[in-house]
């Protein structure tokens, strides 16, 4: 899928895992049989995680964990700091300089090393990879990440310049990121090819890869020469284990380090001395989406009656239980800290109380009284579940008959492309900025370039609501919807900060008076850490953090 | 006809229905609504970046081209190549072959002693206490999913008491201790309806043998009743649990994608279990053609066993 610049997108295992309701960070979760390695040196760090490694090759990788961890193999440019305010110089010796609007130049290290004596990382790897990942023939899915760069050239030993297609507001998370613009070693994955880089991976991070045994492990062991210095860790071992109420278990028996905690087993993770817990947010966008394009809410009002039918703090508890929290604008409350954004006014304009009179009034303002029966779809997952019931009640209290389908995720898809739904569960993982929600949800597809198939599940966005606007004519609506486009498209290739956070506020403006989707939580997950970590606190924003600018982790036995 | 001729015969006999297998699993594959590149990147692909995938996958093609690509490239003993790991399927299979073959037949190896001697003892004691005691078991046995027992033996020994290790496999080739120790749990979910299906059908097949007039004669010639049981009996009842001894290969398969999920063993049952969720059709069918290829010849070997078993069969 396009995405934005961060671990967080809704690639395709967070998709489906999603529609299970796994429940779990997807980072980590779960553990196998034997005891960690320990040492004195720092030990081995063992972290579950559900899924196994399909390459090691991040500018092909579609999977969230490993995204975080291929940081422990590969370097970026830039690395985003654990709070998430800052992005911190890492292979750049400093931020890049602006040369003009579409030109920048980025000095690189000196002294970093790729692993097993594949040399010294240069500016020509840096070219390399990001010119690689632009490439349309390798088919990266990282490519729409950095598709504002037209070109990387190497213009010293050390130096980069990127050429950009546009100015952009998201340069310095693409550097900062793997899902983006890893940098590899350009003469290893030249001369071993796509097939075999992804299984032996070379890079220049703090570990390098040691063993894979598939659907099973992946050891990574300290690299000496790294250019922050050789951790104190002997090695990070991941190890796969699917069932993260299982992998709990192994974590509870001091088996491993850091596993997920399934919010049914939080409140033992709790009370184990043992293990310390932190709930971070899954920085993402929980709710529903409505079918403005046909059936009964193409109307704004029948939108907004929805609106007035539910108890948002009801579908949240019966979504998510304490494991979510309230989602602002369309986006999880971090991003909407962060960037100041009004949220109270949000909430008193637009995210009404529980008002069923109202909701009847509102129905009835838009034709369609209440007198209609609503196809609510959903994939399986409890989550899906419980908020799908919470809102088949709430129509039934008014007298709309509302029936719960559940269908398979291709099934969804499907539905997805056809229209085939009057409302769906929905869930988008973003990252901490909005441009994470905002591009990939609000956006007008057919104004992308070369626009988008009929057959496409982009409509899963509110494409529908342009498309539904354009077929009946709607011409304030799609007044205001074409300058959504353009907010969001400009939000995305603006610099300056606050000039974004305008257009992100109008934007949201604009969304919620239509009321197309409706946002009712962002979820959170828990990762459990055992105790004997030193050093160590995971975040939702930081990667390599078992070793990075800020804390350097170690275990103590 | 001689063992060989007939060990061939029904090989080949097996062509077609592997042939029918394979389609029949293509077909399926390929109905499930969504394709896997849109599964694979999400809901909002590029589509630029969709449409070269597909096309680069050979998606995009009508499924009965792709079909004959298939099995040409079967018959050159090509399984194909994983679209999610962009690797040979062979590759695929043959990394994770060893700890599904070595979980299912230890499985066989736990499950056939246990239930032929509680079969053989339920039958000696019939009606007695410790028939009793061993048909309730059994029942228990049959009735219990072998996911929930997964996931109790878990709770019980790994989380409460803390005895065995939860997750993880080892290969006994290796370091035979540690293999002993991750796969006991494993083995025994496996193994438990396997014993409590083949104890019934043992103690059955038992007591109908020990009610047949041979047996009233041994008695009356005076033969050990231990003779009788073991020498005699025994060996006739054999017949129907050879069927479901081969036939119990099936369910073997189909544990063993749970048992793997719940144990992280990471066999084949996982890859198939992967491969379907994320529609990476070579893989499917690869694993499909292998698990159905292993029940077939423990049908074949069923066959050839009830002519060694029973005399008065002969191989034609």
Redesign the interface.
Known sequence: ???NLNQS????R???KSMAAAGSVGLFA?????DPEESEDGGVFVIATTD?V??FDPR?N?LAWYSSAAHYLFDSLLLQSPDGSEFEPHLAVDHPEEIDETTYVVEIRDDVEFHDDWGQLTAEDVEYSINWVLD?DN?S?N??NVAYIDEAEATGEFEVTLHLEYPSGLMDRSLAHMNAAPIVCKEAAEEMG??EF??NPVGSGPFKLENH????SVELVANADYFLGEPILEGLEY?????A???Y??L??G?LHQSGVTEELLGEAEEDDDIDTYQLSNMDFQGFILNSLEGPFTDVRAREAVHHLIDYDEVLDAAAGSLAGRNWGHMPQETVDAWDFPADEWEENYYPEQDHDRAVELFEEAGVGTDFEVDLVMTAGEANEGRSLVLQNEFEEVGIDCDIREI????W??A?NQADYDITTYG?GGNDDPDGYYY?MFRDLQN?E????DD???H??IGYLYEGSRERGDDDVLEDLDRLDDLVREAQATVAQEERREYYVEAAEIVLSLYPVIGVYSAESVTGVHTNVQNYEPSEFGEQEAFNHWQEASIDE | MGLLRYTIRRLLQLIPVLFGIVTLTFVMMHA???DPV?????????????D??IE?HGFDRPMHEQYVDYLVRLAQGDLGHSF????PVVD?MW??MEPTLVVMGLSYLVALPVALGLGIYGAARHNRAGDHVSRFAGLAGISTPNFWLA?MM??MF??NF?LL??????SPFVDPV?AA??LIMPVLTLATAQTALLMRMTRSSMIEEMREDYVETARAYGIPERKILLRHSFRNALLPLVTIVGLQVSTLLGGSVIVE????I??LG??FF?SV???DYSVAVGVTLFFSTLFLIGVVLTDIAYAYIDPRIKYD
């Open positions: 899928m396009t995405d997108h809704l690639d395709r967070r998709f489906v779960g553990c196998v049989g034997s196994e399909e390459t092909q579609q349309p088919a899915p490519q729409s796509d097939e992804g299984q045994d598939p659907s099973s190890r796969i284990i699917p069932e109420e299982v992998g278990v192994n509870a028996q088996d398979s995720t291709g099934d898809l499907e997805l988008w990939h992308d070369g626009g988008m198939d496409v599940v982009g899963s966005s | 499930l609504p969504g849109r599964l694979w990147l999400g809901t909002e692909p590029g589509q630029e970046l969709a070269e995938l680069a999610v790991y962009n690797r695929l990394e994770r996931l878990i709770y790994s989380y803390g290790p939860a997750t993880g496999y080892t540690e120790v991750l999920e719940i144990f992280a990471p066999g996982r890859l992967d969720i994320e529609q």
